[in-house]
């Protein structure tokens, strides 16, 4: 199994986790594949004491165990339940240290909380292993987890909670943001004074993880309810997602036009999605076609890419499902959840030109379309 496999079936296991454990078990395996690390764990805090759950050492589960905190920097910042990273636990500062706790060969460590439920930790035996994108992916990985478990703990559950959700999104956008962007900064300073190959898969990493953070926080803000009270040009709002994507060589042709009741910005949310999705799949040269469906009070979007093979087509719109690497793997999950909250449905099906064409169905039209080819 390739390692962006490995993260696709890792994500969908933490958001569909029937249990504590299941939650915990699949932290730490998605932790696992993100990071360069020799040990992942996911502990409750206990007795002035890690009581870890589940832990996996070079991808071997292994039993449970406990260990003591001490009064070190790192034994504080996880009971503050502060993110950190540690580039060297031989240098100790205090009587008692978690690295007394840990395997004597053990130099770096990266520890990211879980709201009250305890804290993801990654060590790794070279010391500086850890970079600050790799925290604010941990930290990602860490508030998604919160949100499972919180949602396991809802009385409500498995229905929404709306609050939570909004509370995830708000911690997502505004505190990781800031280390993510530092990262981002630096790494443009040094390109300025010394680029390589590695600079540039930093580069790849770090915008593959704000793609990441940015569809997660939509995720959580899209309600199950959109305000479908605008009458919204089909036409227009394609047009205005489409000025919205990084194009490049491709092309977009709208055909028809109609005005239906939706909600403007989650209808131009849903063209952004697919657009960025076919560029993603079928390249940057991809032309991709909107227009209305006969005998249907619909719309489609297609592409003339190499389309999606028919036993994939139910999978595309789960959470964290990507064919790529450089896909989130949340964009088309929205797509879908903001389908829905307009009580209308989407397919998908083999384009007229054997792309892939998503058809939306079930929607309001204020007049008659005027229908393209």
């Known amino acids: 199994m390739s390692p962006s496999s490995d993260v696709t079936a890792a994500a969908r296991s933490l958001l569909a986790a029937d249990s504590e454990m299941a939650i915990y078990r699949a ?28 832990e996996t050492a070079n991808g071997v589960e292994s039993p449970d165990a406990r260990l003591p905190l001490g009064d070190d920097a790192p034994s504080g910042a996880i009971r503050r339940g502060e993110a950190t990273v540690v580039d060297d636990l031989t240098v100790r500062g205090g009587d008692r240290s978690l690295a007394e706790s840990l395997p004597s060969q053990t130099r770096s460590l990266l520890s990211a909380p879980v709201g009250e439920h305890g804290v993801l930790l990654a060590t790794a035996e070279v010391p500086g292993a850890f970079s600050e994108p790799h925290l604010a992916e941990a930290v990602l990985i860490a508030s998604v987890t919160a949100a499972s478990l919180e949602h396991r703990h809802s009385p409500s559950a498995p229905q929404r ?12 956008s505004h505190d990781l943001k800031t280390p993510l962007a ?11 004074d010394h680029d390589s190959a590695q600079l540039t898969r930093i580069a790849a990493a770090l915008d593959r993880l704000e793609t990441m953070l940015d569809d997660v926080v939509t995720l959580a ?5 959109v305000d479908a009270s605008d009458n919204v040009s089909v036409e227009e709002s394609a047009e205005t997602a489409w000025e919205m994507v990084e194009a490049n060589g491709a092309t977009l042709t709208i055909e028809g036009s109609a005005t239906v009741r939706a909600d403007r910005s989650r209808l131009r949310q849903v063209f952004e999605n697919l657009f ?3 560029i993603g799949h079928a390249g940057p040269t991809v032309t991709l076609r909107v227009g209305l469906l006969e005998e249907r009070s619909g719309f489609y979007i297609e592409d003339d890419g190499p389309g999606i093979p028919a036993d994939r087509r139910d999978r595309v719109f789960e959470y964290g499902y990507s064919s790529t690497a450089d896909q989130s793997g949340f964009g088309l999950a929205i797509v879908r959840q903001i389908v829905e909250a307009h009580g209308w449905t989407i397919r998908v099906v083999e384009g007229t030109k054997g792309g ?12 008659p379309p005027a229908h393209g080819q």
């Open 27 to 54: 932290s730490v395996e998605l932790l696992a594949t993100r990071l360069p690390t020799e040990k992942c764990l996911f502990a409750t805090i206990a007795s002035d004491a890690l009581a870890v759950q589940v």
């Open 161 to 172: 909670n709306p609050e939570l959700l909004t509370e995830v999104a708000s911690i997502l």
């Open 182 to 192: 530092i990262a981002t900064g630096t790494l443009e300073l040094l390109r300025e």
């Open 221 to 225: 803000r899209t309600g199950d309810r």
């Open 276 to 278: 960025r999705n076919a």
């Open 356 to 367: 892939a064409r998503f058809e939306i169905t079930g929607v309001e039209f204020e007049a």
